[in-house]
């Protein structure tokens, strides 16, 4: 007799709830998904709709330079570089990472195993599409402003951001994960000669309702 495996969504609760360190359950959680004891978290081949929705029509010019944060299992990252971004990915958890990698055994994608809090110095203002999507929301509140820093420090002159997060709902009682965002959190996504192109308020008719904001370094 086969046992269905446990979801993980309320593994991915128990855990974070279960330690101090705000990054060290990611792994715990893909290595389950992986052993097959949780459903695979995050668990998409293809890339988001709404980063899908917004590319379409857009292609990379010659030589750009593509990056997806906290790219889990390597579907938005493909995507960068089926449009044509020499892209590269980067995601805490190892298992993520080698997972992404069997998952696309063909790709030109770089993907590393990396903190966002302690990225490569030579990455800084390196790339010129810079895709987050859900990885500031799953860190705790307290890390936003680092997290959003850190993430709007990647793109290149004339580089853009795009950037989804779950817009916060009146009834959340901030305890997370995940912790999503206000409007005055993802206009934070500006500063440092980043500005503001457009915020979107996108709704999903079985799923909660999002940002997705567009930034440009001037
Ligand atoms: C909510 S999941 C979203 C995954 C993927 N972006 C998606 O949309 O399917 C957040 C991801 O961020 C990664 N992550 C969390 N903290 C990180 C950090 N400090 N540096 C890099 N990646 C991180 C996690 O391992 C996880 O894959």
Known sequence: MTTEPRDWQSEADRLAAATDDPTAWFETLYAAGVAGEVSMPWDRDQPHWALQEWSHGRAAAEGARGLVVGCGLGGDAEHLAALGFATTAFDISE?????????????????????LFALPPEWRQRFDLVVEIFTAQALPRDLRSRA????????????????IEAILP?????????????????????????????????????????????????
């Open 148 to 163: 959003t820093a850190a993430i709007r420090d990647l793109v290149a002159p004339r580089g853009q951001l795009l950037a």
């Open 95 to 115: 298992t993520a990472v080698a997972t992404a990698r069997a998952r696309h055994p063909e790709s030109s994608v770089d993907y590393h195993v990396a903190d």
């Open 170 to 218: 009146a009834d959340d009682d901030g305890s997370g994960p995940p912790w999503p965002f206000t409007r005055s959190d993802i206009d934070a996504f500006a500063g440092d000669g980043l500005s503001l192109v457009s915020v979107d308020e996108l709704a999903q008719p079985d799923s909660f309702p999002l940002w997705r904001a567009e930034l440009r370094r001037t």
